[in-house]
């Protein structure tokens, strides 16, 4: 356990002290600001379009937020695959993985510890961007509910994101290589869902249940289901696993 | 301290390392000796339980490296050939983070770092960020890396390769002076640092071992009879009948030029002024004698470089197997 932490710490200490994570936090926040005002754009557009008192399904929140963290999620395919591209590769590269594989911290301790790192950035970029409801929170009433299932749902899917992004990683010396890979295998998962019309509907049962897409609206429509959550766990501790087996396979090719 | 029970190791067909067993004692400098790509690192890299041997055992510290990697780990520093640094770190940012690492207790990885640094001189490149150091310095916080948690047992890859050299006297200097309290394998192929830092060295090649033991004593194994040259301005056809004559002489050999002559004496038995003797009687004109010593290059050339004689065997014998 001190291993993992010892290197979490280092990679945190590494992301914070290198531009990469101050670049990759600005340009998610720079392309979710602009889309947050134009949600809000669009909600002040249908408030003065209203006719006496509003609908009951007219809720702030489903109209600013939901389609936000369906937007979120799809900036998230191309941002993570850059955060977490150098995690291993770089170590190959510098050939400091020598020093950290004769170092007596196990291949688990390392992979978990980097990807420690990349859940504890994911969750400083979660906590600012609580800035987006906080702020309406001011004016108006926000439904709590919804917003808490979102972002467990962001949560669960950067989770699974990283894990993804971090096994990749492992697969490569070249950085962008890497992101390249990371970036193949979640868009991968993610056009799975769009498979619907292709294939019959056994197969497509299959393909849409293994998507990002069709778990993640679920959650960021309000619905808190355990088959959503067991999925992105899942998908994270099995890329996990994968990142763990590609450094200790090295040892034996 | 460190014990290799006939190690191999092939990356698909090729065998980098075949049958490696030696051993080295506590407190020695052992010296690891062969040209490139003779499985020098693939050695280090599998008792550093970097990679897995394909079959054999490695212990370190009395702990195999394969069962309890961990415990072996925890007793061994590691300089691979390019020192493993941080960039974007400082040198006592890197130190403190390896110490902890390495599982320095909490409260002793200042004195640990502090030590380290001062051990191998990199005072002045402390506080400064390693991108910016110059390449000896690099060398030396990397040896730093390795002793930080004062571990039992060192293995250094080609330690001062890339110094100038002054900066190798001062790495040897640093080196030896971890002799006694840390077993060191170390891998050059400079060949005088062998002799002026190890205590005994194991020539390697090809994968295989050629030889383990004390550099004087390879030279004198090697050297089983004391051999004398002799150069001659002409070769009379009863010259060399009458030096095998000259009593405690073995054997005599046509040398590697014309007119010269390789006079093999039994050990101890200095027969050098008979030969000048027996020369001039016969009327050869005596240009050179000269009594044949070993330098440990030409020790390690011995038991290396055998290319031109196994091809003049048509490929049979050792060339054969080895190919």
Not at chain 1, 62 to 70: A, G, T
Not at chain 1, 122 to 146: C, N, T
């Amino acid at each position: 356990m001190t291993g993992v932490l010892v290197i979490a710490r280092k990679e945190l200490k590494q992301l914070f002290t290198s531009p990469i994570a101050y670049v990759a936090l600005a340009m998610f926040f720079l392309i979710i600001g602009f889309l947050f005002f134009s949600l809000i754009g669009v909600y002040t557009s249908q408030v003065l379009q209203l006719q006496g008192p509003p609908p009951p399904d007219f809720d702030p929140t489903r109209i600013i937020f939901s389609p936000l963290f369906q937007d979120a999620s799809f900036v998230l395919i191309l941002l993570v695959p850059i955060l977490t591209m150098r995690l291993v590769s770089e170590e190959d590269r510098a050939h400091t993985m020598e020093l950290l594989a004769t170092s007596p911290v196990s291949s688990t301790a390392i992979v978990l510890g980097k990807y420690l790192a990349g859940i504890v950035l994911f969750l400083v970029l979660l906590a600012i961007s609580a800035y987006m409801p906080l702020s309406l929170a001011v004016m108006g009433r926000l439904d709590w509910g919804l917003l808490a299932a979102s972002y467990l749902g962001l949560l669960l899917l950067g989770a699974a994101f990283l894990a993804i992004g971090l096994f990749a990683s492992t697969l490569n010396d070249n950085q962008i290589v890497s992101a390249a890979i990371g970036f193949a295998l979640l868009l991968l998962f993610w056009v799975l869902g769009f498979a619907q019309q292709a294939s019959g509907s056994a197969i497509q049962q299959i393909l849409s249940s293994l998507s990002f897409s069709t778990h993640f609206s679920n959650l960021s429509s309000g619905v808190v289901d355990s088959q959503d959550i067991v999925f992105f766990l899942s998908l994270a501790g099995f890329f996990v696993f994968l990142g763990v087996l590609a450094l200790e396979s090295r040892k034996w090719r | 301290m460190i014990q290799a029970d006939s190690l191999s190791r092939n990356y698909g067909e090729r065998w980098a390392i075949r049958d490696v067993s030696f051993q080295a004692r506590e407190g020695e400098i052992l010296g690891f000796l062969g040209p490139n790509g003779a499985g020098k690192t693939t050695t280090m890299r599998i008792l550093t339980g970097f990679l897995a041997p394909t079959s054999g055992r490695a212990s370190v510290a009395g702990f195999d490296v394969v069962e309890k990697p961990m415990e072996a780990k925890r007793r061994l520093g590691y300089l691979p050939e390019t020192p493993p640094l941080y960039e974007d770190f400082t040198t006592r940012e890197y130190l403190t983070f390896v110490a902890r690492l390495k599982r320095v207790e909490r409260r002793k990885v200042v004195d640990a770092v502090d030590r380290a640094i001062e051990l191998c001189g990199v005072e002045e490149a402390a506080d400064r960020l390693i991108r910016n150091l110059s390449r000896g310095y690099r060398q030396r916080v990397g040896l730093a890396h390795a002793i930080v948690h004062d571990p039992e047992v060192l293995i250094l890859d080609e330690p001062t390769s890339a110094m100038d050299p002054r900066q190798m006297v001062e790495m040897r200097k640093v080196i030896k002076g971890l002799r006694g309290s840390h077993t060191i394998i170390l891998s050059t192929h400079i060949l005088p640092e062998a002799t002026a830092v190890c205590d005994r060295v194991v020539i390697i090649d090809e994968g295989a071992i050629v030889a383990v033991d004390t550099y004087e004593q390879l030279a004198a194994r090697l050297r089983s009879s004391e051999k004398t040259l002799v150069r001659t301005a002409r070769t009379p056809d009863d010259l060399q009948p009458r030096l095998s004559r000259i009593p405690g002489v073995l054997h005599v050999a046509p040398g590697s030029s014309r007119g010269e002559m390789v006079v093999e004496a039994s050990l101890g038995h200095d027969v050098r002024e008979q030969v000048a003797r027996t020369v001039v009687d016969a009327g050869a004109g005596l240009l050179e004698l000269r009594p044949i010593a070993m330098s440990l290059e030409e020790v390690f050339l011995r038991l290396v470089t055998h290319e031109e004689g196994t091809a003049d065997d048509g490929g049979t014998g050792e060339g054969g197997v080895r190919a």
